[in-house]
Nanobody, 115 residues
Framework: VQLQASGGGLVQSGGSLSLSCAASGFTFEQYTIGWFRQAPGKEREGVSCIGSTVDSAYYQDSVKGRFTASRDNAKRTVYLQMNSLRPEDAGVYFC?????????WGQGTQVTVSS
C-alpha cells in the first residue's frame, strides 16, 4: 500500500490550494480515504474523509464550507480543494487509508498560509 500526497505550497490568507493523494496497492474504490493535518507543536487532526461514493464526504467543523473532498476512482486519486485558507489551516497534510486493520499514511505535503 502506498499513498502519496502532493499539491501543498505557500499561499496567502484567503487563497486556495488543491491537494492530491495518489494511492496504490489496494482496491482503491472500496476504501475511505482520510485527510489529516499536523501543525508544529500540535497533534495530528482529522480534516476530512471521503468514502467509496463521492457524496460520502465528511469534514471537520472548522473547514466546512471551505474545503471539498473528491475522488477519481479511475485515477486512484483523492483530492482536497481548500478555499479561503486561514493561517490556522497551515501544517503538513497527510492522507490515510485503513487497510486490513492498519493505518497506512502518505508522506505528507506542507501547506503554509501567510497572513
Amino acid at each position: 500500500v502506498q499513498l502519496q500526497a502532493s499539491g501543498g505550497g505557500l499561499v496567502q490568507s484567503g487563497g486556495s490550494l488543491s491537494l492530491s493523494c495518489a494511492a496504490s496497492g489496494f482496491t482503491f474504490e472500496q476504501y475511505t480515504i482520510g485527510w489529516f493535518r499536523q501543525a508544529p507543536g500540535k497533534e495530528r487532526e482529522g480534516v476530512s474523509c471521503i468514502g467509496s461514493t463521492v457524496d460520502s464526504a465528511y469534514y471537520q467543523d472548522s473547514v466546512k464550507g471551505r474545503f471539498t473532498a473528491s475522488r477519481d476512482n479511475a485515477k486512484r486519486t483523492v483530492y482536497l480543494q481548500m478555499n479561503s485558507l486561514r493561517p490556522e489551516d497551515a501544517g503538513v497534510y497527510f492522507c490515510k487509508v485503513k487497510w486490513r486493520g492498519l493505518d497506512w499514511w502518505g508522506q505528507g505535503t506542507q501547506v503554509t498560509v501567510s497572513s
